[in-house]
């Protein structure tokens, strides 16, 4: 092994001087790929009737790019620990970036559709990636710092996408939701170079598991498909069960394969690890929430409250200062109160804020609770981060980022899918009793998992605390 690779293995004695450039381009890149996601929906239904697609193949221009996102991030995690993750950093961005110009001049909906999962491939090289250049640049109170900054930018990317979405679908028309990509990603292709230090793929002697890539990238699109029928056919259709049975034996054979595979795509101990599945629930969970907010809040505004897009999004800028205030001060406070306390408080306040938005009715007693139910939110995407990836050796950087990363795709097509069903007569008929039950199933959810962090976060003391002793020191 080189003498480089040797100091990028272990924690670094003197930081690189540019790491907080390198995030913040990092996480303006990875700002995008969230935006992409919320500023798409507002623009949908002039893309549709621009390109005359039915409502099946429009369905596909948002899940084509979450099918290919969380389909394939383990894969993109574990080419970032092979190939070197500043490499796969500027592949997948290219690619994106590629994507979205061909998305802008898209002319038919096979075309807008191809383009869509092109940019769910470069996503999916770029955000696990992105994410283990942060685990690697950062160490100790100041990957804390670094990840509630990343965490808090995740959160926001959500609400100004409403606002951003519409206000370019009213202006220059729906083909700039793409375009706007553009500069974006060629100055930060670019910048990025530039700051980023060189970084040796850290793991030796592995080569790329072609089966277990396979077998991932199928049995996570088939879950999330299943996730997105979910909402349209209901949770006791044939073809959900079916997809649903059929996701499970893929995951099966996944685990069989990983358990004799020389080189596995990721090592069977890693995912089992308590830290690491104490961060992957609280992502799945406080993602499946978020998600739930949003979709609830922006149907509330619009349908039940009357308000139009444009003013829809501004609304939700409270809520996404909320979830960075809440983010920020977990990056903060997380060496000081540990994960555990952290994650438990997040759940309470996010339960609280959601029964508040229940119990009232009006738009700024839900915009307000809302915002507190954020703020607790945003606190959980720190403690995910801080807590999964503080348990792992650099050489394993990549491929749990990419572990963590499919937990927040599969968090985000579940939210959506079960608020589909639970405020469904709200959403076709108007009224708020629908989003009523959904803010209380969602505060129940936030209660129940509060419950499980307790018991599934070790406790700060003997050997149960060595695990959190990395993230907090």
Do not use: K
């Not at 994410?131 to 930018?153: H, K, T």
């Not at 939701?177 to 670019?190: D, H, I, K, S, Y």
């Not at 405020?423 to 039950?437: C, I, K, N, P, Q």
């Amino acid at each position: 092994m080189s003498m480089t690779s040797e100091t990028l293995d272990t924690p670094a004695t003197s930081p690189h001087p540019r790491r907080w450039r390198a995030l913040g381009l990092l996480a303006v890149a990875n700002l995008m790929l969230i935006l992409d996601i919320t500023v798409v929906a507002v623009a949908m239904p002039q893309l549709g009737a621009d390109l005359g697609m039915s409502r099946d193949a429009l369905t596909w221009v948002m899940s084509g790019y979450t099918l290919a996102f969380g389909g394939l991030m383990l894969t993109g995690g574990r080419l970032a620990d092979l190939v070197g993750p500043r490499r796969i950093v500027l592949t997948g961005l290219g690619v994106f970036t590629i994507a979205s110009l061909v998305a802008g001049l898209a002319t038919g909906p096979g075309m807008i559709i191809a383009a869509r999962v092109g940019q769910g491939l470069g996503a999916a090289l770029m955000s696990p990636a992105a994410l283990s250049l942060v685990v690697r640049l950062f160490d100790g109170e100041e990957r804390n710092r670094a990840l509630g900054i990343w965490s808090a930018l995740g959160g926001v990317g959500a609400a100004l996408g409403v606002l951003l979405g519409g206000l370019i679908t009213a202006g220059p028309g729906w083909e700039w939701v793409f375009l706007v990509n553009l500069p974006v990603g060629a100055v930060v292709l670019v910048a990025l170079p530039r700051v980023l230090p060189s970084m040796p793929a850290p793991a030796t002697g592995g080569r790329l598991d072609l089966v277990g890539a396979a077998l991932v990238t199928a049995a996570s699109g088939v879950l999330i498909y299943a996730f997105i029928e979910a909402g349209d056919s209901g949770w006791a259709s044939p073809r959900l069960l079916g997809l649903l049975s059929l996701s499970l034996v893929l995951f099966l054979c996944l685990a069989l394969w990983l358990n004799r595979a020389t080189h596995p795509l990721v090592d069977p101990r890693l995912v089992v690890r308590r830290p690491v599945l104490a961060g992957a629930f609280v992502l799945f969970v406080g993602t499946a929430i978020m998600v739930a907010v949003f979709f609830l809040g922006t149907f509330f505004l619009q349908e039940a409250a009357g308000h139009g897009p444009l003013t829809t999004g501004l609304l939700f800028l409270p809520v996404a200062v909320a979830t960075m205030i809440g983010a920020q001060a977990a990056g903060r406070t997380i060496g000081r109160l540990g994960a555990r306390t952290l994650a438990v408080s997040g759940l309470l306040v996010a339960a609280a804020g959601l029964l508040g938005a229940a119990i009232g009715g009006s738009t700024a007693a839900t915009v307000t609770a809302v915002s507190l139910a954020s703020a607790g939110l945003g606190a959980l995407f720190v403690v995910a981060s801080a807590t999964a990836l503080g348990s792992v050796e650099h050489h394993e950087a990549g491929v749990a980022s990419g572990l963590l990363s499919t937990f927040h795709e599969l968090g985000a097509s579940l939210g959506a899918a079960v608020m589909s069903g639970v405020a469904a007569a709200s959403l076709t008929v108007g009224g708020a009793d629908g989003f009523r039950r959904g803010y209380t199933v969602a505060a129940g959810i936030a209660l129940a998992s509060a419950v499980v962090s307790w018991f599934l976060f070790a406790h700060r003391s003997g050997h149960a605390a060595d695990d959190e002793a990395r993230v907090t020191r």
